[in-house]
């Protein structure tokens, strides 16, 4: 058990500042010692403290690379030590099947995944899936800790997509919910975004994505065929995205501690290379409380608005991210939403850990504005949103859903990603359950 998970004794005693006249690193086979003492944040001629040791310690498990973390010190003079930094690597690759399971979409794929490249905890992944309702490959790379300075991250990512878009009767009262019209969505992207961290809680960052867009001819099998969206030739949607927040989280293992509040807004104009116009302003807040030993509330609420969304950057609601209602089912340009979700633990078998989660998911969606004739063009007429028949705008047309329901957690201490989670939902407003199944980590 971790120092940090079970602290030891007078761990949090007071006691003499002391300096650091060296650091040493201890165990890893993988990670390079100048990665792990980048990330303590220690270095030679620094002061020390009891409680900085658990902060060092806390930083460490944080990071994802180790399963064992320990963090001591050795005299070496009066008010001077040797800071000594003993951790064990986790296995940081993984090639994995990956599996989604819920109403109105199921499939799956393959993913690899590199955790610690170069032993300098540089991340890539690359990712193939199929299912019914998106599909495409997908490649990422993160670098959190750029130029050895935890503090500047750096992301790179790409990706090709089939979606097919199902729309549905309005409401979320439906037991088996009609589709009313389908559309086959293409796209190839790549973004990417750079990100600051300041005093370890304060972050901002800049993404820009490059977007190739197409659309196919609606479903003839469906009521509408009327086109969402025009097709012809692929348009160039591209946008830049700012944000800026408070985030002082830290993932230890399977617990998440700390709060993370975040802005956000995205232009997508011809001024950033794009032919589309579009804005999106966002509102995050997210976090996490250890509550009795492993037991963990973990919350998220978001608020999002969206000025002349074309069909593609719409936004969504169902399925994963409303549990207890279908995949993508509720569509608009402005959504609220709310998850609880109370995580505890089961029972652990070696390093195989059970943990059991109740939550409810709660979202309000709505169209704010819809054209007169019910169709949203770009600056050179194409349809970038052609409206079902009997959208509404405004409350009168909004969605209030709500689901409640309980699952399962399987997490593997030495190996860098989930397992498998399992929950089964209670949608209040049309009395269904449904089932939701994810193994591996979604390439979306």
Do not use: C
């Amino acid at each position: 058990m971790l120092g940090l998970l079970a602290p030891r004794a007078g761990a949090q005693d007071t006691g003499p500042v002391q300096v650091v006249d060296e650091v040493v690193v201890r165990g890893p086979e993988k990670t390079k010692p100048g990665t792990v003492q980048a990330y303590s944040r220690i270095d030679a001629g620094d002061t020390l403290t009891p409680e900085e040791l658990t902060r060092v310690e806390r930083r460490l498990v944080a990071t994802g690379l180790f399963q064992e973390v320990r963090v001591s010190t050795e005299p070496t003079g009066p008010d001077h030590v040797r800071l000594i930094l003993e951790v064990e690597d986790k296995a940081s690759w993984v090639v994995a099947p990956t599996f989604a399971l819920s109403a109105a979409n199921v499939g799956g794929g393959v993913l690899y995944a590199e955790n610690n490249l170069w032993g300098r905890s540089k991340k890539f992944a690359a990712a193939a899936q199929v299912s019914t309702a998106e599909s495409g490959l997908f490649a990422g790379y993160l670098d959190p800790n750029l130029f050895g300075l935890p503090q500047l991250r750096l992301s790179l990512e790409g990706q090709l997509r089939s979606d097919r878009v199902d729309e549905y009767q309005p409401g979320a009262g439906q037991e088996d919910p009609e589709v009313v019209r389908s559309t086959r969505i293409n796209s190839a992207a790549v973004a990417g975004e750079l990100g600051v961290m300041l005093f370890e809680r304060v972050r901002a960052a800049a993404k820009y994505r490059l977007m190739s867009v197409d659309a196919k001819s609606p479903s003839p099998d469906e009521e509408v065929t009327e086109e969402a969206f025009s097709t012809g030739p692929s348009q160039r949607d591209t946008s830049l995205r700012l944000m800026v927040g408070v985030d002082t989280r830290q993932n230890l293992h399977a617990v998440m501690e700390g709060l993370n509040i975040e802005a956000s807004y995205e232009v997508s104009s011809p001024g950033v290379g794009s032919e589309f116009t579009y804005r999106r302003f966002g509102l995050l807040y997210r976090q996490g409380l250890r509550l009795v030993g492993e037991h963990n509330l973990v919350l998220r609420g978001e608020a999002i608005a969206g000025m002349d969304l074309p069909f593609h950057q719409e936004l969504t609601m169902g399925g994963n991210s409303l549990r207890g209602f279908l995949h993508r089912q509720f569509r608009g340009d402005t959504r609220l939403s709310f998850t609880a979700e109370y995580h505890f633990p089961l029972f652990t078998v070696r390093s195989l850990s059970f943990r059991g989660v109740g939550f409810t998911d709660t979202g309000l969606m709505l169209w704010r504005d819809i054209p007169e004739d019910g169709q949203l063009r770009d600056a050179n007429g194409r349809v970038v949103r052609g409206f079902l028949p009997d959208a509404q705008e405004g409350l009168k047309g909004a969605t209030l859903a709500q689901g409640v329901g309980a699952g399962l957690r399987l997490y593997l201490r030495n190996v860098i990603l989930p397992l498998v989670g399992v929950d089964v939902a209670y949608g209040v407003n049309s009395g269904e359950f449904r089932f939701y199944l994810v193994a591996g980590v979604n390439p979306s």
